[in-house]
């Protein structure tokens, strides 16, 4: 006597237990957020159209981690040439942004600034700074490309 | 008997399952005879598992999906915005510049930049990944091609620390 071929695959529970799997997967996975800080960069020559350029600030940091802030185009007749030494852990990020904010408080006008890195400066100490001048109401901030 | 009848005659576990019956006994015309299909459990759970993926993935993600390299370690900043449309990535890996996952040759870099720019119907805005330990060295030849091209807006991509 033949055995009998005919059978039923049982096909709802393996899909059950392969949704509980995709469910599992999905909540193990990394769901990272990202986010993005905006720059307008500059594009040909403003001395060229005869613009007249707006009153900025222009932070230059070093390798080591030093910090130089400078004033152009001020209508005041205040000039402000300052400069923050670096820490052992590099930037000293506290007297930055205590002098960003004294800054911005006494020129709330202020909005454009300029980053200038050096060519050995670390990406993330330039975006630190371009974040801790947007905290500020900066809000033109642009990179200036290596001299 | 034939085994052939014996085949013909035999029911579905799953659909016996499935349906309601009389409690067996004799009642007349009806004896014996489906009532009404019983509630398919197991499907519901399929399709409330998969409601629960949509909800997960709808939720968790928020704006536009991006991929980011598992070799770059994105800068942190607090006050980095949301991406709410797709724009094109440039992520810079080890002094290589790989525009929309396409590796670009420094020297190709500002000719693709512009033809980036003559497809755009809007104004052309850029996304940079790049590692935070990256010199600034090798985010100079993007500035300059960018500028070249006529791209002012760059977006560095952070990971929000707030």
């Known amino acids: ?147 | 008997m034939k085994k052939s009848s014996l085949v013909t005659q035999r029911k579905s576990p799953l659909l016996a399952a499935m349906s309601l019956k009389g409690s067996g006994k004799s009642q007349g015309h009806g004896a014996g005879k489906e009532l009404a299909l019983a509630l398919p459990l197991t499907s519901l759970i399929d399709a409330f598992c998969i409601i629960v993926i949509y909800l997960l993935i709808g939720t968790q993600s928020g704006g536009v999906e991006t991929n980011v390299s598992s070799k770059i370690t994105l800068p942190g900043a607090e006050t980095g915005v949301s991406i709410e449309k797709e724009i094109a990535t440039l992520r810079i890996e080890k002094g290589n510049y790989f525009l929309d996952e396409k590796l670009i040759p420094k020297s190709a870099l500002a000719a693709k930049l512009a033809e980036l720019k003559t497809k755009a119907v809007q104004s052309v805005e850029l996304m940079v990944q790049a590692d935070t330990n990256m010199a600034y060295a090798d985010l100079d030849p993007l500035l300059r091609a960018g500028s070249e091209a006529g791209i002012e807006n760059l977006r560095f991509a952070v990971t929000p620390t707030r």
């Open chain 1, 1 to 147: 006597m033949k055995k009998d071929l005919n059978f039923e695959l049982n096909i709802l529970p393996v899909l059950d237990i392969l949704s509980v799997l995709i469910c599992f997967l999905l909540l193990t996975a990394v769901w990272m957020h990202l986010g993005t800080i905006d720059t307008k960069q500059a594009i040909g020559d403003n001395a060229a159209s005869g613009e007249k350029n707006p009153p900025s600030l222009w932070v230059t940091l070093a390798k080591d981690g030093s910090i130089q802030l400078s004033l152009r185009d001020v209508t005041k007749a205040k000039s402000l040439e300052d400069s923050i030494s670096k820490l052992s852990t590099g930037v000293n990020w506290a007297a930055l942004e205590s002098k960003i904010q004294a800054l911005k408080e006494e020129l709330p006008d202020l909005r454009t600034t300029v980053v200038r890195p050096e060519a050995q400066t670390s990406y993330g100490d330039v975006i630190r700074v371009m974040d801790q001048l947007k905290k500020y109401q900066f809000e033109g901030v642009g990179l200036s490309p290596l001299g």
